[in-house]
């Protein structure tokens, strides 16, 4: 049998593996995911459900998978999480007391060495 999954997939590179529960939510996930966006119809929909619950070992999940989308394998960065719009830089962090204070005192020693120079020379 043919297939477009890539060698890699565990549905092709382990076939004889048993298939988990937790696979099993995974794939239902997708397969409810690729079914309310309209990229499976009913009848696909269900043969595909039948053969995933019905299936004992991976290589046996092949015919689920194909032509599904696939799987996001990064997140988002967090400025597009952020909830602003495009084009919009979120709101800069306020800097913490201990930030200002430390700041604050390299300046005042900075001030300080500066003067002595100034006097002593």
Request: proline residues 8%; without cysteine.
């Amino acid at each position: 049998m043919s297939s477009n999954l890539p060698i890699s997939s565990p549905y092709r590179s382990t076939p004889d593996a048993p298939v988990t529960d937790s696979e099993r939510d995974q794939l239902s996930s997708r397969l409810n995911l690729a079914f309310t966006e309209g990229t499976l119809t009913q009848d696909d929909y269900q043969a595909r459900l039948d053969q995933l619950f019905a299936a004992q070992q991976l290589g046996q999940l092949v015919p689920v998978v194909e032509g599904l989308p696939p799987l996001q394998t990064y997140s988002n960065p967090s400025i597009i999480t952020s909830g602003g719009e495009p084009g919009q830089l979120p709101e800069g962090r306020r800097a913490h007391n201990m930030t200002l204070v430390l700041v604050g005192g390299l300046a005042l020693v900075v001030v300080l060495i500066a003067i002595l120079l100034v006097i002593l020379l």
